[in-house]
């Protein structure tokens, strides 16, 4: 079955950093979204990616999707303490789940 | 707008019983799954509905039953709990397959 993996596990960044995390797919998705959960929370959608070599931007946050349309990243610039939490990548493919990365969990020193 | 209501939010079962999961939502979504996260594995889907009448297994089934007599409503029955089913249950919904998923607050379950 179709296996996302994400990496890193964990990051811990000072204040004003960049970070990137990264998500891999086993097989070829037909879109990838990624969540942010803060500690005690629920998953928050971010952002969706559809097309191959996509870039899309939210603010600090950048998106891409890869030409394969197997892997994406989340890049980060300039972290702030409101970026605290959990990021998840999760790739949907012709069998209609969406199956969940496990997570790189993000601290910040201030 | 409720958006995606779950309950309990937390409980705890001895080995061997069973209980329900509720998970409702108000925006008439056709897709609703149940996902468990434990730590360092992220979420994992249990069972997944396309719509009223029809459901499907997901990557960790087992021990777990679904219905979908409804559009708003997806509840998640544990048959006979084991500890290994003590997990952050999470219900969530969206519109078609390829839009955002809601997700509900959460119930926290732990079976000792």
């Known amino acids: 079955g179709q296996q996302v993996m994400q990496i890193p596990q964990y990051q811990h960044v000072q204040e004003g950093e960049d970070f990137t995390t990264y998500c891999n797919s086993s097989t070829t998705l037909s879109n990838i979204q990624w969540y942010k959960q803060r500690p005690g929370g629920h998953p928050v959608f971010l952002i969706q990616?559809?097309?191959?070599?996509e870039v899309k931007k939210q603010k600090r946050l950048t998106f891409q999707f890869g030409e394969a349309k197997k892997n994406s990243s989340l890049h980060i610039t300039a972290t702030q303490t409101t970026d605290v939490g959990t990021y998840f990548c999760a790739g949907r493919s012709n069998d209609y789940k969406l199956s969940f990365g496990a997570g790189t969990t993000v601290t910040v020193r201030a | 707008n409720a958006g995606v209501t779950q309950t309990p939010k937390f409980q705890v079962l001895k080995t061997g019983q069973s209980m329900t999961l509720q998970c409702a939502q108000d925006m008439n979504h056709e897709y609703m799954s149940w996902y468990r996260q434990d730590p360092g594995m992220g979420l994992r889907l249990i069972h997944y509905?396309?719509?009223?009448?029809?459901?499907d297994q997901g990557e960790v089934p087992n021990g777990y039953n679904v219905s979908r007599s409804t559009t708003e409503d997806f509840p998640l029955r544990l048959l006979s709990a084991a500890p290994s089913q003590t997990s952050v249950y999470f219900c969530?919904?969206?519109?078609?397959?390829?839009?955002?998923?809601?997700f509900g607050q959460g119930t926290r379950l732990t079976v000792v």
């Open positions: 969530a919904s969206s519109d078609s397959l390829n839009t955002e998923a809601f």
């Open positions: 509905s396309v719509g009223a009448g029809i459901t």
């Open positions: 990616l559809v097309k191959s070599g």
